[in-house]
């Protein structure tokens, strides 16, 4: 495993939309505690209240960052109860969220360390005065402005643990010569993302993909079929996308967050 070293950068994930000043807030926590901080929005329109779908993002967008990146992640139903924070080292990263299961398949991926942090820890950095409703400032912020400054060590802060919560998400998962996986999310086009990942597809010979009634075959790109044309084909993310040329499969085929998919080898002709 690569060890940790901060480089000033912060990546932020969370559900709070644009609708309000919350994650602007939590930036100026940041700036206000470390104010050479790098801070990049990964995205603020996560699915509320899932962490699920943080977590999805996060495992597969971490590794564009360079090494030594803070990566904060507030999916937070549970926010102001006594659930702890979690802190995951791994491959040269530091992840930073709820114990919630938003973190499980990072630690999975990166093969990392998880540190649950000890509150009194948090006392002699100042982070001891938290709202019922927004520790996305009053904890999250504080906490990994101080760690990507370099001020203080991840493991200063607590214990390496292996008891988590898990992800919300259970894995594709074969039954007999069918792969059955869920659709995580939609994206700004209406396509329709999978858990059913590019190297999982290697054991079929000619792949369908089976959503709402339909099969669909597999494709490279967008454009090799007409417009209207459902196709499925491996997004950019390296997993089971389903699409619509031009328009919105989420529309089309009434198909969401949850939706099974199952793919299949096609008949011999």
């Known amino acids: 495993m690569n060890e940790f070293k901060p480089s000033g950068v912060v990546t932020l994930t969370t559900d709070f939309g644009h609708r309000g000043p919350f994650a602007g807030v939590m930036k100026g926590v940041m700036l206000s505690r470390f104010p050479t901080v790098r801070i990049v929005d990964l995205t603020h329109e996560s699915h509320v209240h899932w962490p699920a779908e943080a977590g999805f993002w996060l495992e597969r967008s971490y590794r564009y960052f360079p090494p030594g990146s803070v990566h904060l992640a507030v999916v937070?139903?549970?926010?102001?109860t006594a659930r702890d924070v979690l802190l995951v080292e791994g491959d040269g990263h530091l992840f930073i969220a709820p114990d919630n299961g938003l973190l499980a398949g990072v630690i999975t991926r990166t093969g990392g360390s998880a540190i649950a942090v000890e509150p009194r820890r948090l006392i002699p950095l100042g982070i001891d005065r938290?709202?019922?409703t927004f520790h996305g400032r009053?904890?999250?912020a504080p906490l990994a402005a101080e760690l990507a400054s370099g001020r203080v060590s991840p493991?200063?802060?607590?214990?390496?643990?292996?008891?988590y919560i898990p992800s919300l998400v259970e894995p594709a998962a074969w039954r007999g010569h069918e792969l059955h996986g869920m659709v995580i999310t939609t994206d700004h086009f209406g396509n329709l993302i999978t858990n059913i990942e590019h190297r999982d597809l290697v054991e079929f010979r000619r792949p369908i993909v089976?959503?709402?009634?339909?099969?669909?075959?597999l494709y490279r790109t967008y454009a090799d079929v007409a417009p209207g044309s459902l196709l499925a084909l491996i997004n950019s993310v390296e997993v089971l996308e389903i699409a619509c040329a031009e328009q919105h499969a989420a529309t089309i085929l009434g198909l969401g967050r949850g939706?099974?998919?199952v793919v299949f080898d096609a008949p011999a002709d």
Not at 76 to 80: A, S
Not at 155 to 163: C, D, F, N, Q, S
């Open 259 to 261: 939706g099974p998919v």
């Open 210 to 217: 089976r959503a709402a009634g339909h099969d669909i075959r």
């Open 130 to 132: 938290l709202s019922a």
């Open 138 to 140: 009053d904890l999250f």
């Open 155 to 163: 493991r200063a802060l607590g214990r390496l643990t292996t008891e």
């Open 76 to 80: 937070d139903p549970g926010v102001g």
